[in-house]
Nanobody, 123 residues
């Protein structure tokens, strides 16, 4: 079972990036998925979560209106479209899955994690 996050990079403030999280080894169609991030010297924090069929989403206030989460169940892949990026969005972004079908904001609810992809936003 493996989650592979990709799509990170260096972007100027106001720019956009699209992250992907591909799962292999098993299907996560019945699972909720989530994105978390960890900035240097800070704890990992919740970014967004999406339910098993994508009908429910929830965002941290800091990214609401700028980030959009989606998933392709057939491809076992989740995406995070990040627009109007800010320097404070700089972090390693992690994807994860949870048996909670509706998704969750709690780190403890997630049992599979990807390796992370670095997003750096310059001012």
């Amino acid at each position: 079972v493996q989650l592979q996050a990709s799509g990170g990079g260096l972007v100027q403030a106001g720019g956009s990036l699209r992250l992907s999280c591909a799962a292999s080894g098993r299907t996560f169609s019945g699972y909720g998925w989530g994105w978390f991030r960890q900035a240097p010297g800070k704890e990992r924090e919740f970014v967004t979560t999406i339910s098993r069929y994508g009908s429910l989403t929830f965002y941290a206030d800091s990214v609401k209106g700028r980030f959009t989460v989606s998933r392709d169940t057939a491809k076992n892949t989740m995406y995070l479209q990040m627009n109007n990026l800010k320097p404070e969005d700089t972090a390693v972004y992690y994807c994860a899955t949870t048996p909670t079908w509706s998704g969750s904001i709690r780190i403890a609810d997630y049992d599979s994690w990807g390796q992370g992809t670095l997003v750096t936003v310059s001012s």
